[in-house]
């Protein structure tokens, strides 16, 4: 059974950081690209950041200069380093896991972020 489960969301005031972490179960960790993505009610669900099993990252361009996604494979674990936050960042963030056309989803970590 496969499993995501984030942790490390909550509310923090702006200009503050938070780092999300997403472990995983039941996959071939390294092999599976990793990812964060972001949806507010009424929105599509959009890309945070993503990385690769290799490691190479890629980031929306509104958070590329304030976020941060890493892997530790060992620990079977996706990170998401967000400093500089926002009030706009506040929505709920979820892990996504990617090998070809099979994806898995966390069950979403709420992030707020007050002004």
């Known amino acids: 059974q496969v499993q995501l489960v984030e942790s490390g969301g909550g509310l923090v005031q702006a200009g503050g950081s938070l780092r999300l972490a997403c472990g995983a179960s039941g996959i071939d960790f390294s092999m599976y690209a990793m990812a964060w993505y972001r949806q507010t009610p009424g929105k599509q669900r959009e890309l945070v950041a993503a990385?690769?099993?290799?490691?190479?990252?890629q980031y929306a361009d509104s958070m590329k200069d304030r976020f941060t996604i890493s892997r530790d494979n060992a620990k079977n674990t996706v990170y998401l380093q967000m400093n500089s936050l926002k009030p706009e960042d506040t929505t709920v963030y979820y892990c996504?896991?990617?090998?070809?056309?099979?994806?898995?989803w966390g069950q979403g970590i709420q992030v707020t972020v007050s002004s």
């Open positions: 990385v690769s099993p290799s490691g190479s990252t």
């Open positions: 996504n896991a990617r090998i070809g056309q099979r994806a898995y």
